[in-house]
């Protein structure tokens, strides 16, 4: 059955299995960038920059509860995680 027969439910369904594929794949390839570390990394069609970040967050919830909205509590309660990210963008073909 070619996808021009299939109903909208099958085509989506297909649809998301392919997405599902392609999901995996993606986080295989990130995971095997983000274990080379920081750095800008080249390929033939697209350049991919990991780096690390922090970001704060805090806990409102616990702050609330206390009803004291020192800064000193907002301190006691803000935490800051870390996390690698990827960035990937086309290459330039003007110089084809």
């Given at each position: 059955?070619?996808?021009?027969n299939?109903?909208?439910?099958?085509?989506l369904?297909?649809?998301k299995?392919?997405?599902?594929e392609?999901?995996?794949?993606?986080?295989?390839?990130?995971?095997?960038?983000?274990?080379?570390?920081?750095?800008?990394?080249n390929?033939?069609l697209?350049?991919?920059?990991?780096?690390?970040?922090?970001?704060?967050?805090?806990?409102?919830?616990?702050?609330?509860?206390?009803?004291?909205?020192?800064?000193?509590?907002?301190?006691?309660?803000t935490?800051?995680?870390?996390?690698?990210?990827?960035?990937i963008?086309?290459r330039s073909?003007?110089?084809?």
């Amino acid at each position: 059955m070619n996808n021009q027969n299939l109903s909208p439910v099958d085509e989506l369904g297909r649809v998301k299995a392919k997405m599902a594929e392609l999901a995996t794949r993606e986080k295989a390839l990130v995971d095997q960038l983000k274990a080379c570390g920081p750095g800008t990394y080249n390929g033939a069609l697209f350049d991919a920059v990991i780096f690390t970040q922090s970001r704060p967050t805090t806990n409102w919830k616990v702050i609330a509860v206390k009803l004291k909205i020192s800064q000193r509590m907002i301190d006691a309660n803000t935490t800051t995680t870390y996390g690698t990210v990827l960035t990937i963008k086309a290459r330039s073909q003007a110089a084809a």
